[in-house]
């Protein structure tokens, strides 16, 4: 390789096989600027570096937990691992259990005869849940570990040597505990995941009546805006009974329907009727009814497990000082009251007071969120707040933060992390409806939307709710809706900040225009 003298800003590197022409960075790029921070960065830990510390050799670690166990968690066996000190000679510290009931009575027995006051198992599946109860109950202190973080250790080549890595891991603290409620929470966690299931199955069978419909040429969802509504069920039972005249059908429409005329109706329920779609139309008829009352029988035991629920402990801390809000901060009085939730699949019991008591704050104020929203959410995180140490670490852990990859100096991605989260699915759904409002978190989602587009806004928006949520119920204070005004004067402000800080990076000073008198 030969260089050619220097020619101004550039230099031409020559090889064989190919040439290599380098710029100088200019002052204003992004890779000068990172260039800065990384040397900020540097000059900062070695200023840290120069203060005395006490050095520890690299190969000691202390342990965290010494009686720890490690359990790999299988649907037909479970592998123990123990602490091998206070073993007898020859005695393995590894044992294999069956997943019955007197098998796992024998392992906790066997964890309690060693002293053993912790364990940590990988979340597999759901085999492990009968196994976690038991071990809670017996007092042992139980961390339930995500296996995607474990899964890059080197050596694990089978379920023997599985359960001594998450032993050893877990002894010296490097296993991260992943979060689950109290009892009563998950009681209720169960209820409502059934009764999302049991939604999903009757809007199954409303697909099945449609497609029988359309079958026959009877185009009823086009007409009517619900299908399985007042209207649409009455049509629907006749034409089951029987009645095929359009216009004695069309008479029980209701007055309110207003999506069609009389006339559309008619013509959309002349139509050949077929005996195999009759008796599908029945058979899902039949199903989707049968969904209903168990939706009925799911709100009355969730009703009980709200019951079981105890009330709000007053807050152990007082909120934070904010900065002084002005005093028309607070919304106008035109904003219309929540109308209550009526549908389909709408809770048939009144869930608002139970919730009030539980949480000690009404969160049904929140832009976005309704009373079923709300019951989900409690059934998801719960209401003790103190499992998070922060508003941020509450975001990270429904994966509405974004994102951090950096390599090198530079960042690769900010794009948030796949979590499979039903808390956060709630909330983004609840996002979405708030973006439709005219409030300060409605114009937040509008205005991210606007630069940045729909998902990311609603991830923004859903972020905010989650930040609202936290507070309320940690320090147990009434959500107050600011004032529109108010947000688009801060808005604007955060705006011109920015505006003038582009325009100094390119060498320029934004000045505010003087109007002509």
Same mark, same amino acid.
């Given at each position: 390789?030969?260089?050619?003298? *220097?020619? #101004?800003?550039?230099?031409?590197?020559?090889? %064989?096989?190919?040439?290599?022409?380098?710029?100088?960075?200019?002052?204003?790029?992004?890779?000068?600027?990172?260039?800065?921070?990384?040397?900020?960065?540097?000059?900062?830990?070695?200023?840290?570096?120069?203060?005395?510390?006490?050095?520890?050799?690299?190969?000691?670690?202390?342990?965290? /937990?010494?009686?720890?166990?490690?359990?790999?968690?299988?649907?037909?066996?479970?592998?123990?691992?123990?602490?091998?000190?206070?073993?007898?000679? #020859?005695?393995?510290?590894?044992? @294999?259990?069956? +997943?019955?009931?007197?098998?796992?009575?024998?392992?906790?027995?066997?964890?309690?005869?060693?002293?053993?006051?912790?364990?940590?198992?990988?979340?597999?599946?759901?085999?492990?849940?009968?196994?976690?109860?038991?071990?809670?109950?017996? #007092?042992?202190?139980?961390?339930?570990?995500?296996?995607?973080?474990?899964?890059?250790?080197?050596?694990?080549?089978?379920?023997?040597?599985? %359960?001594?890595?998450?032993?050893?891991? /877990?002894?010296?603290?490097?296993?991260?505990?992943?979060?689950?409620?109290?009892?009563?929470?998950?009681?209720?966690?169960?209820?409502?995941?059934?009764?999302?299931?049991?939604?999903?199955?009757?809007?199954?069978?409303?697909?099945?009546?449609?497609?029988?419909?359309?079958?026959?040429?009877?185009?009823?969802?086009?007409?009517?805006?619900?299908?399985?509504?007042?209207?649409?069920?009455?049509?629907?039972?006749? @034409?089951?009974?029987?009645?095929?005249?359009?216009?004695?059908?069309?008479?029980?429409?209701?007055?309110?329907?207003?999506?069609?005329? =009389?006339? *559309?109706?008619?013509?959309?329920? &002349?139509? &050949?009727?077929?005996?195999?779609?009759?008796?599908?139309?029945?058979?899902?008829?039949?199903?989707?009814?049968?969904?209903?009352?168990?939706?009925?029988?799911?709100?009355?035991? @969730?009703?009980?497990?709200?019951?079981? @629920?105890?009330?709000?402990?007053?807050?152990? &801390?007082?909120?934070?000082?904010?900065?002084?809000?002005?005093?028309?901060?607070?919304?106008?009085?035109?904003?219309?009251?929540?109308?209550? /939730?009526?549908?389909?699949?709408?809770?048939?019991?009144?869930?608002?007071?139970?919730?009030?008591?539980?949480?000690?704050?009404?969160?049904?104020?929140?832009?976005?969120?309704?009373?079923?929203?709300?019951?989900?959410? =409690?059934?998801?995180?719960?209401?003790?707040?103190?499992?998070?140490?922060?508003?941020?670490?509450?975001? $990270?852990?429904?994966?509405?933060?974004?994102?951090?990859?950096?390599?090198?100096?530079?960042?690769?991605?900010?794009?948030?992390?796949?979590?499979?989260?039903?808390?956060?699915?709630?909330?983004?759904?609840?996002?979405?409806?708030?973006?439709? &409002?005219?409030?300060?978190?409605?114009?937040?989602?509008?205005?991210?939307?606007?630069?940045?587009?729909?998902?990311?806004? +609603?991830?923004?928006?859903?972020?905010?709710?989650?930040?609202?949520?936290?507070?309320?119920?940690?320090?147990?204070?009434?959500?107050?809706?600011?004032?529109?005004?108010?947000?688009?004067?801060?808005?604007?402000?955060?705006?011109? $900040?920015?505006?003038?800080?582009?325009?100094?990076?390119?060498?320029?000073?934004?000045?505010?225009?003087?109007?002509?008198?």
């Amino acid at each position: 390789m030969r260089l050619c003298p *220097e020619a #101004g800003p550039e230099k031409l590197h020559y090889n %064989c096989n190919y040439k290599v022409r380098t710029m100088k960075t200019p002052v204003s790029s992004s890779a000068a600027k990172r260039r800065v921070r990384n040397v900020k960065k540097l000059q900062g830990q070695t200023r840290a570096r120069s203060l005395p510390v006490p050095v520890k050799p690299l190969d000691e670690l202390t342990p965290v /937990h010494r009686r720890a166990a490690g359990i790999d968690v299988g649907s037909a066996e479970n592998y123990v691992a123990i602490p091998a000190e206070g073993l007898a000679a #020859g005695e393995s510290s590894v044992r @294999i259990f069956g +997943v019955f009931s007197a098998e796992q009575d024998a392992l906790v027995e066997w964890l309690q005869q060693h002293q053993v006051t912790t364990a940590a198992m990988e979340a597999t599946g759901i085999y492990w849940v009968s196994l976690y109860d038991k071990l809670e109950a017996a #007092g042992i202190e139980v961390y339930l570990v995500d296996p995607h973080g474990v899964k890059a250790v080197p050596g694990r080549k089978s379920d023997w040597l599985d %359960c001594q890595w998450l032993q050893k891991l /877990h002894t010296y603290g490097l296993l991260a505990r992943a979060f689950r409620p109290d009892l009563p929470v998950r009681r209720l966690r169960t209820l409502t995941r059934q009764r999302t299931e049991l939604v999903c199955c009757g809007v199954t069978h409303q697909h099945h009546m449609d497609k029988a419909l359309v079958a026959m040429n009877l185009h009823l969802s086009l007409v009517l805006s619900d299908l399985v509504g007042d209207t649409g069920l009455r049509i629907i039972q006749a @034409i089951l009974d029987g009645q095929r005249d359009p216009q004695q059908l069309v008479q029980l429409r209701d007055e309110r329907c207003k999506k069609s005329s =009389i006339a *559309e109706m008619e013509a959309a329920l &002349t139509g &050949t009727y077929d005996e195999e779609q009759l008796f599908i139309l029945r058979q899902s008829l039949e199903g989707w009814q049968f969904y209903q009352n168990q939706l009925q029988q799911c709100d009355q035991r @969730i009703e009980q497990a709200l019951a079981a @629920i105890p009330k709000a402990a007053p807050a152990a &801390t007082k909120a934070p000082v904010l900065k002084p809000i002005p005093a028309d901060a607070a919304a106008k009085a035109t904003r219309r009251p929540k109308r209550p /939730h009526k549908g389909n699949n709408a809770p048939t019991v009144d869930f608002s007071q139970a919730l009030l008591r539980i949480c000690g704050t009404d969160l049904m104020k929140v832009c976005g969120l309704n009373l079923l929203s709300v019951l989900m959410l =409690i059934g998801e995180i719960g209401v003790d707040m103190s499992r998070w140490r922060s508003a941020r670490a509450f975001c $990270s852990w429904m994966g509405l933060c974004p994102g951090a990859r950096i390599s090198g100096g530079k960042v690769l991605s900010r794009r948030t992390r796949k979590v499979n989260n039903r808390a956060a699915t709630i909330l983004r759904l609840a996002a979405w409806a708030a973006g439709k &409002t005219d409030t300060w978190i409605g114009r937040f989602y509008r205005r991210i939307k606007a630069r940045r587009g729909a998902p990311k806004a +609603v991830t923004a928006t859903a972020r905010k709710l989650a930040c609202v949520i936290y507070h309320l119920l940690k320090y147990q204070e009434d959500f107050v809706l600011l004032n529109t005004e108010v947000y688009e004067a801060k808005a604007k402000m955060h705006r011109l $900040s920015r505006l003038r800080k582009d325009a100094k990076s390119i060498g320029y000073d934004l000045v505010e225009s003087q109007q002509v008198a």
